[in-house]
C-alpha cells in the first residue's frame, strides 16, 4: 500500500495501482486518452504527463505506466507537464476536424473536455489536414474516421476485450485508421461498446444519430430487461422520446460494456403500435373507469361462482413488485391459480434454478474470475449474451473453457468442444468414477476423464447452462453436478441463463414445483375443464410464447373475462375485454432479480406519452398547445395491480409490504437503483430427485428451436434497429449436420421441409458440420417463417425431407 | 587501411561471401569448438562481460550486462534474436559484413545460444538485404550439413537451430520489440517495458536480441580473449573496432573497419578521402540519421560511445554521412523527418502527430514562409517528442535537436532571406 503525495495531497493506495488512478482517487482530472479503466494502460496518448519531483524516480512520466511507489511527489499542474499536454494536444488538433457543432459526441466528448480544458484555442499547424474515407458499419454504428485520436481503445475493446476479429487497425503512421477489412455490419455482439469506449465521435450511435444534445436528454440508472442478466444501462430519452442507452458500470454484473441487444433494444417504448389507453369492451376508458369495471367484474364473478374462478398469469418481464402483487391480487380473488411464466418449461426450470441455486450463485464478476469456465447447452450469444464476454475475460486470464452442447454455438473465446447433449454429461460426471458413464458414447469417454480431471483441478469453476435446452431436469442435473464437485475448501458454482429479466424471481414467487404441470398449463387445465371463468394476464402474451397457440387460443375463447395489462403491442391484447396500459422498465421503477439471485432497482428515465417529434406534425416546437401530454396514461404495473386490490398505488409501501411479507425480499426497501444490487439470501435449495430425462435422444433426428441474438427476445424485436439487423444475421432456415442432411436427401440449395409437433414448415437449410447428428436447428425470429416454433422446449422429435415431396 | 588491425572484415573478399571452407581455413569456428570442449556457459559470458563489448545497434548497452539480466539457466524455450533490420539511412555496415562473413555471424550466434542457453535462434533480416538473405540461407544450410546446426553441434550435448526471417520491411521493425511482434506475425509496434524481453520477449520466453556486428565480435573475443579485444580500442574504457560505414560528400564512401576511438578527422581525411571537390566539411551525422550532428569544431574528437555522448551526440551505428559546405542543413533535417514520420507506425501522438507537425514547421523555414516566431516553436518540440513510447521519435528529433544547437543562426537566415540561402 504505497503512500504518495499528488498535488500536495497526500493518498494511500493499493499496490500496483497507477499515479493516474491514484490521481483519480484523489478526485484529480488528469487528462487521458488511450487509458481506460476496463483496457488498462497503453500509453500510446502521451497526454496524461505527470511530473515527478521525487521518490525512487524522477522526471516527467506518463500517469498511466508508472505505478504508485512509496514517497512520490507528483504534480500534475508542473510546467512541463502542462506543457507536454499543450504539446500532445496541438499535435491532435493538427488533424481533427472540428465538427463539434455536428458531431454527436459533442457535450460528452472527452477530446472536447481536454482540449477546453487545457486551453488550446489556436492551431497553428497550417498544413493540409489528413482525411479518411468511412465505412459503413451496418445500422448500430456511425463511423466518421476523421475525428480519431488513435487512442486504440476501439481496437482493444473489440478485439482483445470482446474478441471480435472483424474490425481492427490499418495502416501506419499518420494514416492509421481503425475499420473493416470492408464496409459491411460489424459481426461482434458487443460492437455497440465502440460508442462508449471512444473518446470523440468516430464511433456514435447510429440509432440515436442527429436526435438529442446530452444535455438535453433525461437518464436515469436502470436495468437491461432484454435477457436475464440484469446488467447495468444508463437509458437516456429527450421529450418523452426513447433515444439510446449506454452502459452503466456495475462491477458485479456487466463490468462497463454491454451486448448489442441490450444496447440497440430499448426503441419498443417509442412502438408506434404500442396500445397507450385502458380500454374495455373495445372503448377506451379513463382510468377510474376502467379500473373499476375490472374490479367490479372479477369481484362479481367471484361472487357469482366462488373462489378459483380467476387465474393469474404473470411474466418474466414484469417487475418483481408487480408479480408479487398479482400473486396478492389472486390471494384476494381467492384463488391460487396463479403462473409467474406462460412457457411451461421454462417456468419449471426458472423455479428449479431459484429453488435449488443457493450458494452455487455465481455472479458475472465471478465467471469473469473463475479458472474452469463449463458451458452446458448454453448458446451464450443468443441466450445471454454477457455471459459470452464474461467467459471470455476469464479465458483471457488463463482459465480453460468446454462447451458441451449440440449446437457447438459460436464462442468469443477458444474452448474445448464436445458436440453432444449436456445432460447425459452432466449426470456422468456426477456419476463415480466407477459408475458407468450412461448415455455418454464410447468415443468420449477419454474427453469425459480429461473434464473431469479437469473440474477436480480447477479452483474457481464454475458451470453455466441454458435453461432453454437443459430445462428443469438440465438445471437440476447441472446444480447437482456443481454440488457433487464443490468441496468446503473449493466450491464449485453455476449460473443458468433464464430467458427474462425478472425469471429468477418469478421462479421464487412461484417456488419448486412438485411434479404439476407448470406455467400456463397450470392454468389450462382449470380454463379447459369451465372452472376458471377469468384470466389476468400481466404483461404476457400466451398467444405468442406457448407452445401450443392453439391450445391456448380454444382455452382464451372459453374465457368470460380476459384482463391484460401491458406495454407492448401482442397478440393475446386483441382478444382482452379489459386492456390496461403499463409502462415499459424505462419509464418506471421497480425491481428485478437477475439469474444469479440478485435483486437489483431501477429508476424511471422518463414519463411516458408520444414524442414531440410524433406529435408536432414536423414543428419544432409544436405549435398545438394543450393541457394534457398525448399518450401519458401508460402506468405502472405495480401501481395497477395495487389500485386493482385497493392499495395505494406508492412503491415505497408496496416494497415496505412485500418485504414484511416475505423475508428473502428484506433489502428490498433500502435497495436503491444505481447500487450493484444484493446477492438475495438463497436457500440452499436440496434439489429434487431429478425424472430420468428423455433428453438424450438415441437416434432419429430432434429439432431444437431457439433463441436467437436478435429477433427473438420479445421487447427487442420491436425496436426498429434490432429488427433491421435480425433480418440478416437470424435467416429464417434449418441447419443441421451434412451427413443427416444427405441421410434426409436434402439437396444443396433447394429447401428442406420440417414436420414436427409445432407444425410444417419448408425452409433453406444449411450444413453445420459443428453441430452433433441427429440435430436440427431452428432460431425464431418474430415475424418470420418460424413465429409459431417457440423455443425453449427441448429436442422435439421432427421429421426432414426435400420440400415439395411427401416427407417419407 | 591494411595498418589498421582487422577483425571482422581481415579476409573479406569483396563481391563474394567466404563460405565454409574459407571460413574455417582462416580458423573459423575455432572459437566455437574452444567454447564447446573447455569453457561453461558462464565462462563464455564472463568474458563477453570483461572485454567491455558495446551492443553495435546503435544504442551502445553493454553487451555482458545484457546477458546478465538473462536467466540463462532458466528451464523452457528460450530465444536469441539477431536483428539485421538494417533500415536507418546511412548505415549498411550490416550488409557488408555478412555478404563478406555469412558464418562468422552463424558462430557468433552459436556461442551466445551456448552462453545463454538458448535453442532457437532467429535472425531477422532488413526486406531490402535479399542478398544477405541468400547468403545466410546458403551458409546456414553449409552450417546444418556440417553438423554445427542441429540438435547436437559439432558433435556436442549443445543443440541449437537458426531461423531466417525476411522482413516485410519498414523501419520500425528494427526497434527490438517491435522486431518480437513482426516475428510472431501480430501488428509490429513497440511493446511496453517492463516487461523487458530478458523476461518476457518472442512467443513470451526470456528472449535477447542483438546487432549483427554485436554478435560477430563473440568469436574474436572468445579465440582472442577480453584483454585483446579492449586493446583495439584507441581510446580508454572503450574497446573493439568498429565498422564505419561512409557516406555523404566524401571521395571515398565505403566501409572500413577501424579501431574504435578513431579519430573523427581521420575518418573522414584519411579513410573517406576527404569532402569531395575539395569543399570544406560543415557537419556530419556521425552514427546513422537518428544521432545528432557533428560539426567541424568537433573532427577532433574520438569516434567512440563516450566521447561522442559528452559531446551531445551519440556512436549509433558508426554509419558516417558527411555534408559539404554547400548544404542546407535544415533541408538535410526535413529529408531525415520525413523519413522517421514516414516509417512511424502510428501508436503513439509524439511520433505519429509530432513528427509531421514538426515537417510543417521545417517547409515553411524552408520554403520562407515562416517568422522567428516558428523557429520558437521548433525549439520547443524535442523536449516533448522525446517522450514518445518508443525510441523512433527520440531518435528523430536528433537531427532536429542538433540542427537548432549548431545551426539557429542558418534558420534564421532562413527567416531573414524568405527561403533559403544555399538556393540562389
Not at chain 1, 458451470?463 to 438440465?474: C, F, I, K, S, Y
Not at chain 1, 464437485?485 to 412438485?514: I, K, N, Q, T, W
Not at chain 2, 569456428?29 to 553495435?56: C, H, T
Not at chain 2, 562473413?101 to 526486406?127: D, K, Q, S, T
Request: neutral net charge; proline residues 8%.
Amino acid at each position: 500500500m504505497p503512500t504518495l503525495v499528488i498535488d500536495d495531497r497526500q493518498v494511500t493506495v493499493a499496490a500496483g495501482t497507477s499515479l493516474l488512478e491514484a490521481a483519480m482517487e484523489l478526485g484529480l482530472v488528469v487528462p487521458h486518452y488511450c487509458y481506460h479503466k476496463a483496457l488498462g494502460a497503453l500509453g500510446a496518448c502521451r497526454v496524461c504527463a505527470v511530473e515527478i519531483l521525487a521518490g525512487p524516480e524522477q522526471g516527467l512520466r506518463m500517469a498511466c505506466l508508472v505505478p504508485a511507489q512509496d514517497g512520490m511527489v507528483v504534480s500534475t499542474a508542473a510546467p512541463r507537464a502542462t506543457g507536454m499536454r499543450r504539446a500532445v494536444t496541438e499535435w491532435l488538433m493538427q488533424n481533427h476536424p472540428h465538427d463539434c457543432p455536428v458531431c454527436d459526441e459533442g457535450g460528452e466528448c472527452q477530446l472536447q473536455d481536454m482540449t477546453v480544458a487545457g486551453g488550446h484555442s489556436v492551431r497553428r499547424f497550417q498544413g493540409k489536414k489528413r482525411t479518411f474515407h468511412n465505412q459503413d458499419l451496418g445500422p448500430f454504428i456511425e463511423h466518421e474516421m476523421n475525428r480519431c485520436i488513435q487512442c486504440y481503445r476501439c481496437v482493444r475493446t473489440y478485439r482483445e476485450h470482446c474478441g471480435g476479429d472483424d474490425f481492427g487497425v490499418l495502416g501506419s503512421r499518420q494514416r492509421v485508421w481503425f475499420g473493416r477489412f470492408q464496409p459491411g455490419r460489424l459481426e461482434s455482439p458487443f460492437s455497440g461498446n465502440l460508442v462508449d469506449v471512444c473518446p470523440t465521435g468516430v464511433f456514435t450511435d447510429r440509432t440515436a444519430r442527429f436526435k438529442a444534445r446530452v444535455w438535453e436528454m433525461e437518464q436515469a440508472p436502470s436495468i437491461c430487461p432484454h435477457c436475464a442478466l440484469g446488467c447495468a444501462t444508463w437509458p437516456w430519452a429527450r421529450y418523452r422520446e426513447f433515444v439510446r442507452i449506454t452502459a452503466r458500470e456495475n462491477p458485479e454484473t456487466n463490468g462497463f460494456f454491454l451486448c448489442d441487444r441490450g444496447r440497440f433494444g430499448g426503441g419498443g417504448v417509442n412502438h408506434p403500435e404500442r396500445p397507450r389507453a385502458p380500454r374495455v369492451d373495445g372503448r377506451e376508458r379513463a382510468w377510474p373507469e376502467a379500473l373499476g369495471l375490472v374490479r367490479e367484474r372479477l369481484g362479481g364473478l367471484v361472487r357469482e361462482r366462488g373462489p378459483g374462478v380467476v387465474a393469474c398469469l404473470g411474466s418474466a418481464r414484469a417487475s418483481l413488485e408487480a408479480s408479487w402483487l398479482l400473486g396478492r391480487l389472486a390471494e384476494m380473488l381467492g384463488t391460487d391459480r396463479v403462473a409467474h411464466e406462460v412457457h411451461p418449461r421454462r417456468d419449471a426450470a426458472a423455479r428449479a434454478l431459484a429453488a435449488g441455486l443457493g450458494g452455487l450463485a455465481r455472479s458475472q464478476r465471478d465467471i469473469r474470475q473463475s479458472d474452469l469456465v463449463v458451458l452446458c447447452g448454453l448458446d451464450p450469444h443468443a441466450e445471454a449474451p454477457m455471459l459470452a464476454l464474461a467467459a471470455r475475460q476469464a479465458v483471457r486470464q488463463g482459465a480453460r473453457a468446454v462447451c458441451i452442447d449440440p449446437r457447438g454455438p459460436r464462442l468469443p473465446f477458444p474452448a474445448g468442444r464436445i458436440a453432444a447433449w449436456p445432460l447425459p454429461w452432466l449426470r456422468a460426471l456426477a456419476a463415480r468414477g466407477d459408475e458407468g458413464p450412461t448415455g455418454v458414447r464410447a468415443a468420449a469417454l477419454a474427453g469425459l476423464a480429461d473434464l473431469r480431471a479437469a473440474l477436480a483441478a480447477a479452483a474457481s469453476p464454475v458451470l453455466l447452462g441454458g435453461a432453454d435446452l437443459l430445462g428443469p431436469e438440465g438445471v437440476r442435473a447441472l446444480l447437482a453436478l456443481a454440488r457433487a464437485l464443490s468441496r468446503p475448501e473449493r466450491p464449485c458454482g453455476a449460473a443458468v441463463a433464464l430467458s427474462g429479466p425478472d425469471s429468477f424471481g418469478g421462479g421464487l414467487l412461484a417456488g419448486e414445483p412438485a411434479g404439476e404441470p407448470a406455467g400456463l398449463d397450470a392454468l389450462l387445465e382449470g380454463i379447459e375443464a369451465g372452472d376458471v371463468r377469468a384470466l389476468v394476464c400481466l404483461e404476457s402474451d400466451p398467444l405468442a410464447e406457448h407452445p401450443e397457440p392453439a391450445r391456448v387460443e380454444a382455452a382464451l375463447a372459453r374465457l368470460e373475462l380476459l384482463v391484460c395489462l401491458d406495454c407492448a403491442p401482442g397478440r393475446t391484447l386483441a382478444r382482452a375485454h379489459a386492456f390496461l396500459p403499463t409502462t415499459v422498465p424505462v419509464e418506471m421503477a421497480g425491481a428485478f432479480v437477475n439469474f444469479e439471485g440478485r435483486l437489483q432497482a431501477f429508476e424511471r428515465v422518463f414519463s411516458p406519452g408520444l414524442p414531440i417529434r410524433a406529435t408536432g406534425g414536423g414543428d419544432h416546437p409544436p405549435r398545438e398547445f394543450r393541457p394534457d401530454t398525448p399518450g401519458d396514461l401508460p402506468r405502472p404495473a405495480w401501481a395497477v395491480l395495487a389500485e386493482l386490490q385497493d392499495m395505494p398505488p406508492v412503491l415505497a409501501s408496496i416494497r415496505a409490504a412485500l418485504a414484511a411479507e416475505d423475508a428473502r425480499f428484506a433489502s428490498l426497501p433500502a435497495l436503491e437503483a444505481g447500487q450493484p444490487g444484493v446477492r438475495l439470501p438463497l436457500e440452499e435449495g436440496a434439489p429434487g430427485t431429478e425424472a430420468a430425462g428423455a433428453d438424450s435422444p438415441e437416434s432419429g433426428l430432434r429439432l431444437l428451436v431457439t433463441e436467437a441474438l436478435f429477433g427473438s427476445e420479445p421487447l427487442s424485436a420491436l425496436a426498429e434497429p434490432i429488427q433491421r439487423v435480425a433480418l440478416e444475421a437470424t435467416p429464417d432456415e434449418l441447419g443441421l449436420h451434412p451427413d443427416d442432411a444427405r441421410e434426409a436427401g436434402l439437396q444443396v440449395g433447394q429447401p428442406a421441409r420440417l414436420e414436427c409437433a409445432l407444425g410444417q414448415v419448408s425452409l433453406p437449410w444449411r450444413p453445420r458440420p459443428e453441430f452433433a447428428r441427429g440435430l436440427v436447428l431452428a432460431a425464431r425470429r418474430r415475424g418470420g417463417a418460424l413465429e409459431a416454433f417457440v423455443p425453449g422446449l427441448g429436442p422435439i422429435a421432427c421429421r426432414l425431407g426435400p420440400a415439395g415431396e411427401g416427407v417419407p | 587501411v591494411s595498418d589498421q588491425p582487422q577483425v571482422l572484415l581481415a579476409h573479406r573478399r569483396p563481391g563474394q561471401p567466404r563460405w565454409l571452407a574459407d571460413y574455417r581455413a582462416t580458423g573459423g569456428y575455432q572459437a566455437l569448438g574452444d567454447a564447446l570442449g573447455r569453457l561453461s556457459p558462464a565462462e563464455v559470458r564472463q568474458r563477453v562481460q570483461d572485454s567491455g563489448l558495446r551492443g553495435r545497434g546503435g544504442a551502445g548497452f553493454p553487451t555482458g550486462t545484457k546477458w546478465s539480466f538473462f536467466p540463462a539457466d532458466a528451464p523452457g524455450p528460450k530465444y536469441l534474436v539477431c536483428n539485421c533490420d538494417e533500415m536507418e539511412p546511412g548505415t549498411y555496415k550490416d550488409r557488408v559484413l555478412l555478404e563478406a562473413e555469412p558464418h562468422l555471424l552463424i558462430e557468433g550466434m552459436l556461442l551466445a545460444a551456448y552462453a545463454l542457453g538458448v535453442e532457437h535462434g532467429y535472425v531477422f533480416v532488413r526486406y531490402a538485404y535479399q542478398g544477405v538473405l541468400e547468403a545466410l540461407t546458403r551458409a546456414t544450410a553449409e552450417a546444418r550439413a556440417a553438423g554445427l546446426l542441429g540438435p547436437r553441434v559439432a558433435g556436442t550435448g549443445f543443440a541449437f537451430e537458426l531461423h531466417l526471417h525476411g522482413s516485410a520491411g519498414r523501419y520500425i521493425l528494427g526497434e527490438e520489440t517491435s522486431l518480437l511482434n513482426g516475428l510472431e506475425g501480430v501488428r509490429p509496434v513497440p511493446r511496453l517495458r517492463p516487461p523487458f524481453p530478458a523476461q518476457r520477449g518472442l512467443f513470451g520466453r526470456p528472449t535477447t536480441v542483438q546487432n549483427v556486428e554485436t554478435l560477430c565480435c563473440i568469436p574474436p573475443i572468445v579465440r582472442g580473449g577480453a584483454d585483446w579485444f579492449r586493446g583495439l580500442a584507441l581510446t580508454p574504457g572503450e574497446a573493439g573496432t568498429k565498422l564505419f560505414g561512409l557516406s555523404g560528400h566524401l571521395n571515398r564512401t565505403e566501409c572500413f573497419e577501424l579501431p574504435m576511438g578513431v579519430p573523427l578527422r581521420e575518418v573522414v581525411e584519411r579513410h573517406g578521402g576527404g569532402v569531395r571537390q575539395g569543399r570544406a566539411f560543415k557537419a556530419c551525422l556521425p552514427g546513422g540519421a537518428s544521432t545528432p550532428y557533428l560539426t567541424a569544431q568537433h573532427l577532433d574528437l574520438p569516434m567512440d560511445f563516450g566521447s561522442l555522448e559528452r559531446a551531445g551526440s551519440r556512436l549509433g551505428t558508426a554509419g558516417v554521412t558527411v555534408f559539404d559546405e554547400r548544404t542546407c542543413m535544415l533541408e538535410v533535417t526535413l529529408n531525415l523527418t520525413r523519413f522517421f514520420a514516414r516509417e512511424s507506425c502510428g501508436l503513439c501522438t509524439p511520433c505519429r502527430d509530432g513528427l509531421p507537425y514538426v515537417i510543417e514547421l521545417m517547409e515553411r523555414l524552408e520554403q520562407g514562409r515562416a517568422g522567428l516566431e516558428e523557429i520558437e516553436i521548433l525549439k520547443a518540440q524535442p523536449e516533448y517528442i522525446n517522450h514518445s513510447f518508443c525510441a523512433l521519435a527520440v531518435g528523430a528529433m536528433g537531427p532536429v535537436e542538433s540542427l537548432i544547437r549548431h545551426f539557429e543562426e542558418e534558420l534564421r537566415e532562413h527567416v531573414r532571406r524568405g527561403g533559403c540561402p544555399h538556393r540562389s
